[in-house]
């Protein structure tokens, strides 16, 4: 599976933060490409720099 986080922005934006097997990254790029109803995707910049983001855990809900 994928792991990484979502944060909401200061400035609106959304940052994704993903690591997984390439297919898996592929497919979540395609969509978040579309977004979800009602969004409005401006760009996506994949960066692929696994070693200055480590991830260790699966997607999940963080309140702060």
Known sequence: GLEGWVPNLADGSVEVLASGESGQ???????????????VVDKIEPVSDAAEHP??????????
Do not use: D, R
């Open 25 to 39: 990254i592929e497919l979540l790029v395609a969509q978040l490409q579309q977004g979800p109803p009602g969004a």
């Open 55 to 64: 991830l260790s855990s699966p997607f999940g809900i963080i309140k702060g």
